[in-house]
């Protein structure tokens, strides 16, 4: 029989190490205290970094496979397919060009109305398209990662759209990929506008299991919501720029057991299958600090009352 | 080590070979297939076959670091994962001895609830942090963990049942 047929390092029978028990309790402990720092205080950011960085390689060798595949059926597809996403698209830009030579015209006609008005130029916005890596794994939230990270310049807080709306934002940024948290997230808000009236609200991720919705709350009963209303970004959030889709009325539920009537409503970006995005910058670096008024105008008032 | 009757003299354990089907199994759950809820958690099966198999060389840390990698590639609670892997190796020690006395079908059924412990405090956790209901379809997940098992006690233990002498009658 050759040497190295049986094991014969002797197991150690005094170093056995700590117990099995005490291992649980330091490990079980550790990860309670890491899941209270990254819930509650938000600290683990640096472990999260170094972690995502070290698994790059890996990711990136895991995704090859179902890259190949995507390909491969994308190279195979036939032409008839592409023949008609062709028009298609021919016929989208015939459209879109119409829009788009209006918008030169009103850009002009608002630039000069708003110079007229005295107003402050409207915002110009730093973009950046990135790519979508793949839906985070984990079942209980609703987040995509996309491939630029803090390197290209993604900032903690920026909104994602897509080519038909807002997608989300972005909710933590590594070197290499960041992190966006999809508008159907149950944690997600977004102050928006009804276009057709211009009532001012807030919607909030519904997520159903297996589907996508958000959800329009604290309307009254009586207000004036109907069904297909597109709702675009207010702006007053200083986040998301405004005038971008969010999502349009699909349901409104009337009940008797709440003065609050529950609006069902469906995101306009395509949430759960979309390949490419823009990241905004956020709007709130743009914008011009509050003016410190308050106190000196108060205190000149007493001044004058005395 | 006393063993069932019938059952072959191993040869001993190739630590690289070990890590190797760590890191595949990490690979494999890291594929980019979307949010599938009852995605059997590959590195939970091969991390409780190697505790039950390998005390010495992967136990409770090992389980500890792999189940924060999870957690920062599935962007999931830091520590979620960690501690539902810690949980299930030291569910692997307890029954360790036990285990490996019965046929594998059986020992398939015995490491089902160990599986479904894991999963279910994973839930119970994130539930707690306000997480979304992933719907029933997760109980799947330790159902097909429990399946693989077979799977993965032959093809793992498969460089350990080599010949000791290889002959033309047995070349591998």
């Known amino acids: 029989m050759a040497l190295g047929t049986l094991d014969r390092t002797l197991p150690p029978f005094f170093n056995q190490g700590p117990s099995a028990l005490s291992k649980l309790i330091f490990f079980g402990a550790l990860s309670l205290f890491l899941m209270v720092a990254d819930a509650r205080f938000h600290v683990t950011q640096p472990i999260r970094a170094v972690l995502a960085t070290v698994l790059y390689p890996v990711q990136w060798l895991?995704?090859?496979?179902?890259?190949?595949?995507?390909?491969?059926?994308?190279?195979?597809?036939?032409?008839?397919?592409?023949?008609?996403?062709?028009?298609?698209?021919?016929?989208?830009?015939?459209?879109?060009?119409?829009?788009?030579?209006?918008?030169?015209?009103?850009?002009?006609?608002?630039?000069?109305?708003?110079?007229?008005?005295?107003?402050r130029e409207q915002l110009a916005i730093p973009l950046m398209a990135a790519e979508v890596l793949y839906d985070a794994a984990d079942p209980y939230t609703r987040k995509i990662i996309i491939d630029k990270g803090q390197l290209k310049g993604v900032d903690l807080g920026s909104p994602v759209l897509d080519e038909s709306g807002v997608l989300g934002q972005v909710t933590q940024v590594y070197p290499l990929v960041s992190e966006v948290t999809l508008l159907i997230d149950r944690n997600?808000?977004?102050?928006?506008?009804?276009?057709?009236?211009?009532?001012?609200?807030?919607?909030?991720?519904?997520?159903?299991?297996?589907?996508?919705?958000?959800?329009?709350?604290?309307?009254?009963?009586?207000?004036?919501?109907?069904?297909?209303?597109l709702l675009t970004t207010s702006g007053i959030d200083g986040v998301y720029p405004a005038g971008l889709p969010v999502a349009k009325i699909s349901r409104i539920e009337h009940r008797s057991e709440s003065t609050f009537s529950k609006i069902y409503c469906v995101p306009q970006a395509l949430v759960t299958g979309t390949q490419h995005v823009i990241v905004v910058k956020p709007v709130s670096g743009q914008l011009p600090l509050r003016p410190e008024s308050a106190e000196p105008v108060a205190a000149a008032k007493k001044g004058t009352l005395k | 080590m006393i063993m069932r009757s019938g059952q072959q003299l191993l040869l001993p354990a190739?630590?690289?070979?070990?890590?190797?089907?760590?890191?595949?199994?990490?690979?494999?759950?890291?594929?980019?297939?979307g949010r599938v809820p009852w995605m059997p958690d590959f590195i939970a099966l091969v991390l409780l076959f190697w505790n039950v198999h390998q005390p010495l060389r992967?136990?409770?840390?090992?389980?500890?670091?792999?189940?924060?990698?999870?957690?920062?590639?599935?962007?999931?609670?830091?520590?979620?994962?960690?501690?539902?892997?810690?949980?299930?190796?030291?569910?692997?020690?307890?029954?360790?001895?036990?285990?490996?006395?019965?046929?594998?079908?059986?020992?398939?059924?015995?490491?089902?609830?160990?599986?479904?412990?894991?999963?279910?405090?994973?839930?119970?956790?994130?539930?707690?942090?306000?997480?979304?209901?992933?719907?029933?379809?997760?109980?799947?997940?330790?159902?097909?963990?429990?399946?693989?098992?077979?799977?993965?006690?032959?093809?793992?233990?498969?460089?350990?049942?080599?010949?000791?002498?290889?002959?033309?009658?047995?070349?591998?």
């Open chain 1, 188 to 229: 997600m808000a977004i102050p928006v506008l009804n276009a057709r009236t211009g009532v001012r609200s807030v919607v909030y991720g519904d997520p159903v299991v297996g589907g996508s919705g958000i959800e329009l709350r604290f309307m009254g009963s009586n207000a004036d919501v109907q069904i297909g209303d």
């Open chain 2, 58 to 172: 992967v136990s409770i840390g090992v389980a500890f670091v792999f189940g924060l990698i999870m957690d920062v590639h599935q962007t999931s609670l830091l520590g979620q994962h960690a501690l539902s892997y810690t949980l299930l190796s030291f569910l692997a020690t307890l029954i360790q001895r036990r285990l490996l006395w019965f046929q594998v079908p059986l020992q398939a059924l015995q490491v089902l609830p160990l599986f479904v412990a894991a999963h279910g405090f994973q839930l119970v956790i994130r539930l707690l942090g306000g997480g979304i209901f992933p719907g029933w379809i997760l109980l799947m997940a330790p159902l097909a963990e429990a399946l693989l098992w077979p799977v993965v006690s032959v093809l793992l233990l498969v460089p350990q049942r080599r010949a000791p002498d290889r002959d033309e009658n047995r070349p591998l």
């Open chain 1, 62 to 119: 895991a995704q090859q496979p179902i890259h190949l595949v995507h390909n491969s059926g994308e190279y195979f597809g036939n032409l008839n397919q592409a023949q008609s996403d062709s028009a298609e698209a021919g016929k989208k830009l015939a459209l879109q060009s119409l829009r788009a030579g209006q918008v030169e015209q009103l850009t002009l006609e608002n630039n000069r109305l708003r110079q007229l008005l005295g107003l």
């Open chain 2, 14 to 33: 190739n630590p690289v070979f070990i890590w190797a089907s760590l890191i595949v199994a990490l690979v494999l759950n890291m594929l980019p297939l």
